[in-house]
């Protein structure tokens, strides 16, 4: 195995993080083009009233695969060489980038191996199946994915795709912000604040990216849930700090446990203020999606609306985007969510 | 009260229906545009791939208040002569025209009352109430509504808004059409066939009438839950028909007793072939916008979703255009949907 692919797994710690510029977002842009859904920036009378801002919302539960994580996937896909294609494409995930990825190779029929936990929801593990995906599991107490997935990559020289400390899928993630800017431009608004989910940061730092290009005006914060802030005490302390906690947030899209040093490095430049929401706030603002905006979403990906509708940021008389990242949500949490 | 408001409570049956043009369309368009959601036209994969076809979906469950209703509503209360606006309005409706009515009505400050089954769903009288409606109930099987209604306006001098025999109304829905011809163009699409739900028929009417301007080739079709069917048996027998049950479809938005005599002066010439769906078919199109589309459609809303995924119309190889039309939708109806 190369040190490239072994460093892609460890999650990276490069004294050097590998850069991401603006001029890989256009590309990207321009390579998923085709195939990703140009989610649209949408408006609604009932959250501006509530929050007193205009909140322009990015919907990407709308998205290919049911969340943003297919930009990522399938711009990283499209850099993997040709000759090494047919090799196929590895990948660790219990969840969004699981079908990200899947969704992804099956277009460019390239084989797909996720290694994903045993005990992962039957609903995840079938839709990554149903994207022509070849499941792994592994046991979370006794088996190491990493480990799994590192083997794989040695037996067929398969790509190991990051979910986000690789400079492709942040660049594939950055799309977002930059169809936002452009969206907002057209619409004849200027952005004064810009708020996504962060989790091990690879859309975020994508965003912030695309914004200090083309909106520099605009501010981009992290949202994270409450306990797994590493992103705001990071940016807070200058040095990447983990999350004590390894799970007990509903927001399973958000359980990352330390920051990827290629988001760092862009975060620590580009990001304001961090936020945090409560699990009963990111259920409030999924309750909300679901009866005023008739948009499905799940709790990890509403963490941002969470943010504007708990009054967590002031917004008042301001222009805000909001990145919905996800609709993978289980009936029975959306029920939870319309219960409370 | 005067024979015009009297027409418009009983439904129209004129020899010569009121006149819409193309040109009522556009100035409706003019008069919504800053109050009512420009929504988007959208597609995804998961669609085009189910139905061989290339679908655009226009996604009216986004729209102010929950429904495309907003816009009829809006655009006729805009009609309502200034010195007469003070009088109020009044509407008959348990669902989405309610709701549409009053979030209209409040923008113009009109006082709006609301006549409404007293056995409504909770959630639809609250939800009209919080638009700022008056709402007055009535029983079912002892009261004439109608009769409420007609008193109400003689009272108060009141304007009466027809769900759907009302030209102004008619012109508002047709908005949706309008913007999906130039968003389908936009996007460089040829709409092959367009496909709404169909009540009483004045969203239908307004489509087909601004299809017929703006993509002369387009096909527009009805859509209606079985046994509901009114307008497709009108259709055919070239005379409006009544249905013969009252109740017993899930999809309450749609159960209108006889096409209005201007939707069906205009559908008679310019729809073609009608299509009805089951209540199984369009739960199972609830249940797709859910888990596929991320998008919270009610049954009624849903029905022309259906008669693309039952395949009732050949659209394979087609450019298909497809309005969702609401997505007020109670939570238990999702779940029966989902357990389907």
Redesign the interface.
């Known amino acids: 195995m190369t040190d490239a692919v072994s460093n892609a797994i460890e999650s990276g710690s490069d004294p050097e993080p590998a850069a991401v510029t603006f001029s890989d977002i256009e590309a990207a842009a321009a390579r998923i083009r085709t ?1 990703a ?1 140009l989610t ?1 920036l ?5 959250l501006n009233k509530r929050t007193g801002a205009t909140v322009l919302i990015k ?1 990407e ?2 998205q ?1 695969s ?1 969340s943003f994580k297919f930009r990522g996937a399938f711009n990283r896909l499209n850099l993997v060489p040709h000759a090494n294609r047919a090799n196929g494409v590895v990948a660790c995930s219990s969840g969004n980038h699981a079908q990200g990825v899947a969704a992804g190779a099956q277009i460019l029929s390239m084989p797909a191996t996720i290694v994903m936990p045993a005990d992962a929801p039957a609903i995840k593990l079938e839709r990554t199946r149903e994207f022509g995906a070849t499941v792994v599991t592994y046991d979370r107490d006794t088996e190491d994915r990493d480990a799994i997935a590192r083997a794989l990559c040695e037996e067929t020289g398969a790509t190991f795709v990051h979910p986000f400390n690789d400079p492709g899928v942040i660049a594939g993630q950055g799309t977002v912000g930059l169809e936002m800017a452009h969206q907002a431009e057209a619409l004849g608004y200027q952005l004064d604040d810009v708020l996504a989910c962060t989790g091990g940061g690879g859309l975020s730092s994508g965003i912030a990216l695309a914004l200090a290009e083309k909106v520099p005006t605009a501010r981009f914060h992290t949202v994270e849930p409450e306990n797994f802030d590493e992103y705001r005490r990071s940016l807070e302390a200058g040095e990447r700090l983990s999350n004590t906690q390894k799970s007990g947030s509903i927001c399973d899209a958000l359980l990352s446990e330390t920051p990827g040093d290629i988001g760092f490095s862009i975060l620590r430049q580009l990001a304001g203020e961090g936020v945090t929401v409560t699990d009963d706030e990111a259920l409030e603002a999924v309750a909300f999606a ?1 009866r ?6 799940e709790p990890g990906g509403a963490v941002a609306l969470a943010a504007l509708l708990s009054g967590k940021l002031p917004v008042k008389g301001k222009t805000v985007g909001v990145v919905l990242t996800g ?1 993978n949500i289980d ?1 029975r949490m ?2 939870r969510a ?1 219960e409370a």
């Open positions: 195939e859904v649209p949408l408006s609604h009378p009932a919907p539960n709308l290919r049911g679901f005023e905006l008739k948009l499905v979403v609709g009936p959306l029920m319309l």
